[in-house]
Structure formats: structure tokens, C-alpha cells
């Protein structure tokens, strides 16, 4: 089984709210199997770090591995679409040729695993993207995956970071040709739901099933429905890791009193729509009234006009035991950043990714000889 865990290198500019403060120190090296760093960019066709300090992460992480020989670290190349990187680079065979030889010497050169691509995401949206980027993509991984293991004197892993919704799955990938080349592949299963303008309303940020009232499309956003779809596709179910979210969602209200999943909203709620396990906690903690929906086996918690939308220990467990009862690789996770790192809520540091790592790795029960 596979527990692969992001670590998002913290910046004070960063605008993602996911981010937050944790140093490699505090980092626990047994607790997941593999950690990804994020995220180096694609400048002129080669990896290059987003900020000079990087470097010294980059070691820092790869020397957890002295405590844990086990445990493999892999560094991911983010990129919203569209982007200039990941664009620039597919649309040239030749490119892709340098940059897969020079990108197989840069992990080598620090001690790197292997390369995760977290493209988000290729020949998307379609009006505003290259239709053949979906098959760019395919060559890009095809020739990755010849210099990281016909052409590397250490093999190296190739994972990709995919979508879960069904329109960006089907305008987006290759999935067939993409399992002949990717050791594994990590579904980002979360952010099903959050306050869009166009789509003012509450949901879940990763449910794990659908509720009985959703039709239609929206009976598609959640883990199960996209994990099977992911497997209806192509992907052979021992690559497909399952991920899910440390982080929560939330939204204003636009009266308090409206406060069921579906309910209308303004904006973006309270830590600017993002919150980490420990505020939802105290969010809950200080007063917000909790629920748990008994279909979408999640909980959300609402507080005046702030209505927040998260996983703790029970979603969290409900999750990983589906995830190994059903057969797949693993599970993923985004982020170790937001986790309860300092122990501050149950006690136990990392609570939620110690949840998935029980759960996972627990012994095989003994029969008794009597």
C-alpha cells in the first residue's frame, strides 16, 4: 500500500491558502511511504526550483530518508492551466526529448526518488487550451518513463497528480496509454465543491459517496463515483491511489438560518475559503454546531453565517478502510501542511495522516493455536 503525502514547501507570498507554515524538521519520516514535494516549475524546457531557497528543502527532505531508508521522495512540477510551462514544453518532441534527460540528472544529482507531474491540467478549460495537449501529455510521461527506467542507472518513479471530475477526465487524459507508463497515479478527490460565483452554494469539499437528492452531474462529484470511473477508463486499480484532503472549505452564508448542504451563499467563508484540520477543529470546538451526513459520510459545521465544509477522524477512517477494502494502491494526501502537525487538537501529532497509516499498514489479525 501506498501513503503518499504532499509537502508543500512554505512561502509567505503564497497564494494558496493550503500552505501553511511546516518545517522539515517537524516532519515525522516513518509516517507515509512516500512524500512529494511541492512544487518546482518548468522554465525554458527544464526543472527549475521556484525560489533559490528551495534547494535546501529539497536536501532537508531527502535526508529524512537516513531515518527511513524505506521511504521515497518524489518532487512534483505544479502548473495551473493554462501554463506556460507544461504548454511550451509538449508541443515540441524535441523539447521533451532534453527535458526528460535533463530532468532524469537533476533528481539524480540530489537524490530524488523519482518526478510527479501535477498538471492541472492538460488541453484545459477547453476555450482557452490546445485540444492536442491531451495527447502531448501521453508522449511527455512515454518518454519520462523510458530515461527514468531504461536510461537511469538508478530507476526512478513516475507518478501523475490527475483530475476527479468527468469533464475534465475525458477532455484531459489519455487513461489507457497513461497506466502503460506511470507507476502510479494519485486521484485529486477533493475540491468537488467550492463557492463559485456562477454556482453559489454549499457542498461538500470530498464527499466519499453521493447523497440520495444529487442527480444527474452532480451525483458524479464525489471519490467513489470518480475512482470507478477512473478504472472504467483504463487505470488498473493497483496504480490508482485515492486522495483526500487535511484541509477544509467554507462559505458566508447569506442568512444563517439557511444552513443545509445546498444552501445558498455569498462568498468565501472565514481563512479566505481554505482552512487547515486544527481551525475546523476549534472551529467547532468554539461553538460552530456539528454535523455528520450519514450519505456523503463527511461532516460540515456551521456557525452564524460561516459554514464549513472539512474531514476529521471518523471521515478520515470511513475513507481509508473503503479505500482498502475496495483494492486500490493507497492513498494520497494534500497536505501534510495542514494536518494537526503540532498535536494541538487530539494530542497526537499528524493526526489524520497517523489515522491513514494505521489503517493501512495494521497487522494481520493471529489465529489462535488453542
Known sequence: MHQVCYYAIPRQESGDPSVRDLSVDDIDPFLCTHIVVAFAAIVK??????????????????????????????LSLGGSSPNPGYSDLVRDPVAISLFSSKAREFLLSYGFDGLDL???????????????????????????????????????????????????????????????????????????????AYLPFTGYNSPLAKRRTEKCYFATLNIQWSADYWLRKGMPKEKLVIGVPTYGRSWKLIRGSWCSVGSPA????????????PEAYFFVQEGAKYFF??????????????????????????????????????????????????????????????????????????????
Open 118 to 196: 501535477d498538471w492541472e491540467f492538460p488541453a484545459w478549460p477547453v476555450l482557452r487550451s490546445d485540444y492536442r495537449e491531451r495527447r502531448w501529455f501521453t508522449q511527455l510521461v512515454r518518454q519520462l518513463d523510458y530515461d527514468f527506467k531504461l536510461m537511469s542507472p538508478t530507476p526512478l518513479l513516475l507518478s501523475i497528480a490527475v483530475a476527479a471530475p468527468k469533464t475534465i477526465i475525458d477532455v484531459s487524459y489519455e487513461v489507457d496509454q497513461l497506466a502503460e507508463f506511470v507507476d502510479f497515479v494519485s486521484l485529486m478527490s477533493y475540491d468537488y465543491h467550492i463557492f463559485w
Open 266 to 277: 455569498i462568498g468565501e467563508g472565514i481563512s479566505r475559503g481554505t482552512l487547515s484540520y
Open 293 to 370: 451526513d450519514e450519505e456523503s459520510r463527511v461532516p460540515y459545521a456551521v456557525r452564524g453565517r460561516d459554514w464549513v465544509s472539512y474531514d476529521d477522524a471518523k471521515s478520515i477512517k470511513e475513507k481509508t478502510q473503503w479505500i482498502k477494502d475496495s483494492g486500490f494502491a493507497g492513498v494520497m494526501t494534500w497536505n501534510l501542511n495542514c494536518d494537526d502537525w503540532a498535536g494541538v487538537c487530539s494530542g497526537k501529532k499528524f493526526e489524520l495522516h497517523n489515522i491513514i497509516k494505521d489503517i493501512l499498514f495494521e497487522s494481520e489479525p493471529v489465529e489462535s493455536t488453542d
Open 45 to 74: 524546457n527544464e526543472i527549475i526550483p521556484q525560489d533559490e531557497k528551495d534547494t535546501q528543502v529539497y536536501k532537508e527532505v531527502i535526508a529524512l530518508k537516513k531515518k527511513n531508508p524505506k521511504l521515497k521522495v518524489l
